[in-house]
C-alpha cells in the first residue's frame, strides 16, 4: 500500500478471543485487535472468497485459514468474474505501512481508490478480507496485474522488523497455500511475488526484511 495515514493506534476494550499480554504488549495490543475492536467479525467467510471451487478442488479447506469479511467500500474495486474473467495468475504480497485498523478504514474510504483482498494482523495473524476473489481489489498499481492477482497486505513497516511476526508469516502462507491450490497457481517465487516486483511497480513493499526464504518454505509447507 501507498498511502501514509495517522500514527493512531485506538485501544478499545478487548473481548473474550484476545490473546494473554505478552512482553510485547503494546505492539500486540494495537495491532492484535484487528476488526475484532470494531464489531466487525464476522462468521467465517469460505463463502466470501467467492468462487470457492472454481475447478471443484474444494478440498483446500482443510488448510484454509479462518478470514473475516469487512467488505471495502464498493468504490475501491472492480466487480468481476474471475476465474472466468481473468485468470488468476498471481499473489501479491504488500506491507501496509500503516496499523490494521487504519488500513481497514482506507479500504472502506471510497475517497482513497485502493484495496485489497486480503489483509493479514502482526500480532496474531488475524485475517480480514475486503473484496472477494472475483472481484479486482486495487493494489498492484498496475492494471494487467490487478486483474489476474490476489492481493494480500501484511500490518507494519518494511523497516520495522518487529511486526514480520511469525504468526503473520504463518497465517499468510496458509492463505496463500490455499489461493494456490484454487487457482491452480505453481507456489514459486514467479508467482507469489512482491508488489516492488510487479512491472513498473514504484513501490518498496514488502522490503528486504520480508524473509521470502521463509515465506515460501511455509507456503509449501501446507
Ligand atoms: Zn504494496
Not at 85 to 100: K, L, N, R
Not at 157 to 173: G, H, I, L, Q
Amino acid at each position: 500500500m501507498e498511502a501514509h495515514g495517522t500514527e493512531a493506534h485506538p485501544t478499545p476494550p478487548g473481548g473474550p478471543r484476545r490473546p494473554a499480554p505478552s512482553p510485547r504488549g503494546l505492539l500486540r495490543r494495537g495491532a492484535g485487535l484487528g476488526a475484532a475492536a470494531f464489531g466487525l467479525t464476522a462468521a467465517d467467510t469460505a463463502s466470501a472468497a467467492g468462487p470457492a471451487s472454481p475447478a471443484g478442488r474444494v478440498g483446500a479447506a482443510t488448510t484454509y485459514p479462518t478470514t473475516h469479511w469487512i467488505p471495502a467500500s464498493t468504490a475501491n474495486y472492480t466487480v468481476s468474474s474471475r476465474p472466468t474473467s481473468y485468470p488468476i495468475d498471481f499473489v501479491i504480497v504488500h506491507i501496509t505501512q500503516e496499523t490494521f485498523q487504519d488500513a481497514m478504514r482506507i479500504f472502506q474510504d471510497p475517497a482513497r481508490k485502493v484495496s485489497s483482498h486480503y489483509m493479514v494482523a502482526s500480532a496474531d495473524g488475524y485475517i480480514g478480507q475486503f473484496v472477494r476473489e472475483k472481484d479486482i481489489a486495487w493494489h498492484a498499481g498496475n492494471w494487467n496485474y490487478n486483474t489476474r492477482s490476489i492481493g494480500i497486505e501484511h500490518e507494519g513497516w518494511v523497516d520495522r522488523p518487529e511486526y514480520f511476526t511469525d504468526a503473520m508469516y504463518r497465517a499468510s502462507a496458509r492463505l496463500t497455500a490455499a489461493i494456490c491450490t484454487r487457482y491452480r497457481i505453481p507456489r514459486t517465487r514467479t508467482r507469489i511475488i512482491g508488489h516492488s516486483e510487479v512491472p513498473g511497480a514504484t513501490h518498496t513493499d514488502p522490503g528486504p526484511l520480508w524473509d521470502w526464504n521463509r515465506y515460501m518454505s511455509l507456503v509449501n509447507s501446507y
